[in-house]
Each structure stands twice: as C-alpha cells, then as structure tokens.
C-alpha cells in the first residue's frame, strides 16, 4: 500500500487503537492482534499499535493501514512516544505505513528539539508518513511547518499546558482542520458515536478511538463510577 493508497483508506473512517501496557491484563501481542481483528471485522478502516511485537502481530493479522509507535519512557524528558531515532527506526522496519510520534514543544531526550529529530528523520526516510501528536494548534502548524505529513489532537490535556483540557478536544480539531493542508486526525477522549461524530463534523480527516473500545477495565470503571455517584 503506497502513501496515497494508505490516506484514501482511512479518510472519513475509524481508527481503532489497539494498546495495552505491561501493567493492564490484555497486554500481549497475540491479544492486541486478535483485538486488531475484532475491530477490522467490526469496519476500523485502521489501527494504531504501540511497540515492535504488538506491530508485527497485527500485520500478521489484518491488512489495514497501521499508525505505529514506540512508547518509550526516558529519564530526562517527559516524552514517550516514539521519543528518540532509535524508536523510529524499529518502526520503519516493522513497514507500519505512519509513524507518530510526541511533536509537542517539550524536549526529547538528551536535550534534542523537535526540529533536529524531525530533519534526520526525513531525510533518512523521505517517503514514509510521520504523524506528529500535538496538544496545542501552535504545535500543530509548526509540525506541519517542518514536514509532518499528519497532525494528530492525540496529546491535548496530557501536558501541563493543556492539562484541564475538555476532551475531546473539538475546538483544537476544528482550528486546526481549518488551518492546515494536511489530514488532522482526532484522537483522545473520544467514548461515544456521538462524540465521533462531532469530531469528524469538526472537520477531521480521520479519528482514533482506543480506550472506548478496546479497553475493558477502563469501561468497567466507568459503569462502577455511575453506579457509586
């Protein structure tokens, strides 16, 4: 599947995203393969993985277009999504069509700016699709700027600028598919049919709804939550 192939896929449809941590109970990539597959036959036009193995698995799996990431934690930055060179270039061998990764203003490990990650990055693999994870518009248009061939609302309210942020964040959606030649894609707080639909009313491209469907534990809590106010 070529570039142009991978966008006409998923444009106007649902991304499914398949992650479970070490610490959750459907952690597994045997688990998130066949979790990719519940979501393909239930009409997911892609699916979004964290790490090499669960990757792999999926492509095994299913044949839709995948957003990969490496979710990475290092001690002298507060980014962990595919935070450094290393990460991308496991990624790329894994053929995942997207790369997303941490675009926010933060610093990546080892003192290194986004701008001087990103500039290698591209000039190493110039045809393959990066995705940048932004939590504000000015991030947005500033990757956008420096070569992202998608932006993402993925980290609006999970840094200490946007902490507090409604989610999903419609208005940051809105600003930034208004703004921007690019796909945007909403992702992050999506729990109903009807936010899904705001959302792609906002003017996304596409939109990734992962917790709402693929996490169990966390839907059971909500149910509880309702039961116990």
Known sequence: MDNLECLSAIRGKLIVSCQALQEEPLHGSKIMARMALAAMEGGAAGIRANSVEDICAIRQTVSLPLIGLIKKIYADSEVYITPTQKEVDALVQTGCEIIALDATDR????????????????????QQLFMADVSTFEEGIYAREIGFDLVGTTLCGYTSETAGEERPCYSLLSRLSSALSCPVIGEGGIWTPEQLRRAMDCGAYACVVGTAITRPRDITRRFVQALEA
């Open 107 to 126: 610093i990546r490990p080892g003192g290194q700016t986004l701008q001087a990650l990103f500039s290698r990055m591209r000039a190493l693999y110039p």
